[in-house]
């Protein structure tokens, strides 16, 4: 079955950075798009990024804009997010997503705090 699980959330002092993963099985991973969103309490799931199968386009909210940098490793089966210059407002649960014949899958999240 689809599985795509994510890591490398955690706290982070304002203007930090982190890389988060997210490691992808059970479907052919390298004719898929990736994206990750993300989930602030109180706030609706938004899109962050998006990259195509092969890497060639990515997609950002314009939030985002300039300082995160989605991509990916087809031979690892992973999606990575660079974020940088981090603001409190990123703040959330960032989740990883693909669709795979028609249904929508989603990781458990892994959780991004900046704070100071």
């Known amino acids: 079955q689809v599985q795509l699980v994510e890591s490398g959330g955690g706290l982070v002092q304002p203007g930090g950075s982190l890389r988060l993963s997210c490691a992808a099985s059970?479907?052919?991973?390298?004719?898929?798009?990736m994206s990750w969103y993300r989930q602030a309490p109180g706030k609706e799931r938004e899109l962050v990024a998006r990259?195509?199968?092969?890497?060639?386009?990515?997609n950002y909210a314009d939030s985002v804009k300039g300082r995160f940098t989605i991509s990916r490793d087809n031979a690892k089966k992973t999606v990575y997010l660079q974020m940088n210059s981090l603001t409190p407002e990123d703040t959330a649960n960032y989740y990883c997503?693909?669709?795979?014949?028609?249904?929508?899958?989603w990781g458990q999240g892994t959780q991004v705090t900046v704070s100071s």
């Open positions: 997503n693909t669709y795979w014949r028609g249904y929508g899958y």
């Open positions: 059970g479907f052919i991973f390298s004719i898929n798009a």
């Open positions: 990259i195509t199968s092969t890497g060639s386009s990515t």
